[in-house]
């Protein structure tokens, strides 16, 4: 267990839908991380927050948004879902915002898009 | 542009046996590569992080080297177990890049009885 906390596991819906992941960091880590891996593909990196802020991009859709609350859980949004968003969605988070700091993953939550 | 190559894709061996998984990678300015474990369905887990001045790096039975010249990493197995069964995954990462990590497409590794 890594200590990171993500609900739900698991999520079913429609195209054109909307919905929320969330994650709790590690106690103690301010950074947290979001990572897209669909079928059969590797994970890209999608946002890091550090502290409430938002620290890098790297291929988040513009459907999708996120952020990080004061009690530094963060929240995925992903909006006018597609078909091609079905993936596992994963957090993770660090004590540090540098790259050289150990990322800790969660569990995944796996979105299906029908 | 970033780019990290890993080899084989998959790859099949016989418990007790060892193997050996590459990664090529072009990012740059380099600052440094972790290898990962990827239990199917489950989030990744770090095996070992290497910077720049590191060329070998061990946990158990996995052993880690780095060669920054030829921007070549290899990670190899010892006496595999069937708990060996995963993906394996290169990421690097470059510095003053915005802390994006670059990862490779992993390698899957099947250990048989």
Not at chain 1, 55 to 61: C, E, H, M, S
Not at chain 2, 36 to 62: A, C, H, W
Not at chain 2, 66 to 86: F, G, M, P, R
Request: with cysteine.
């Amino acid at each position: 267990d890594s200590g990171v906390t993500q609900t739900p596991k698991h999520l079913i819906t429609a195209t054109g839908q909307r919905v929320t992941l969330r994650c709790s960091p590690r106690s103690g880590d301010l950074s947290v991380y979001w990572y897209q891996q669909s079928l059969d593909q590797g994970l890209q990196f999608l946002i890091q927050y550090y502290n409430g802020e938002e620290r890098a991009k790297g291929n988040i859709l513009e459907r999708f948004s996120a952020q990080q609350f004061p009690d530094l859980h963060s929240e995925l949004n992903l909006s006018s879902l597609e078909l091609g968003d079905s993936a596992l969605y994963f957090c993770a988070s660090s004590v540090g915002e540098g790259s050289t700091y150990e990322q800790y993953f969660g569990p995944g939550t796996r979105l299906t898009v029908t | 542009k970033n780019q990290v190559e890993q080899s084989p894709q998959s790859l099949i061996i016989l418990e007790g046996k060892n193997c050996t998984l590459q990664c090529n990678y072009t990012v740059s300015p380099f600052s440094n590569l972790r290898w990962y474990k990827q239990d199917t369905g489950r989030g990744p887990v770090s095996l070992t992080i290497m910077t720049f001045s590191e060329n070998t790096k061990s946990n158990g039975r996995y052993t880690a080297t780095l060669d920054a010249d030829t921007k070549q990493s290899s990670l190899h197995i010892t006496a595999s177990q069937l708990s060996d069964s995963a993906s394996y995954i290169c990421v690097v990462s470059a510095r003053a890049a915005g802390n994006k990590l670059t990862f490779g497409g992993g390698t899957r590794v099947l250990v048989k009885p």
